[in-house]
């Protein structure tokens, strides 16, 4: 089983979770409302993805991250 934690260290929540690929495009959004996120049976190609996390005080955090 695939999966991908999340967690925010500051005093906020993780309002949004979008993985964009390097052409771009969103290939997974999810809403939510917690200081930490699992997502389970993620499907992703091998590659290189953005992950942008919108907080609860409006400021986007972005990690590269690579899925081998």
């Not at 005093?11 to 993985?19: F, G």
């Not at 964009?20 to 590659?47: A, E, M, W, Y």
């Amino acid at each position: 089983e695939e999966k991908l934690e999340l967690q925010i260290n500051n005093n906020t929540s993780i309002n949004e979770i979008s993985i964009i690929n390097l052409q771009g495009q969103t290939v997974f959004i999810q809403n939510n409302q917690s200081q930490k996120l699992t997502i389970r049976d993620i499907q992703l190609n091998k590659g290189i993805y953005l992950i942008r996390v919108l907080d609860s005080n409006h400021v986007y955090h972005i990690k590269k991250v690579v899925k081998l």
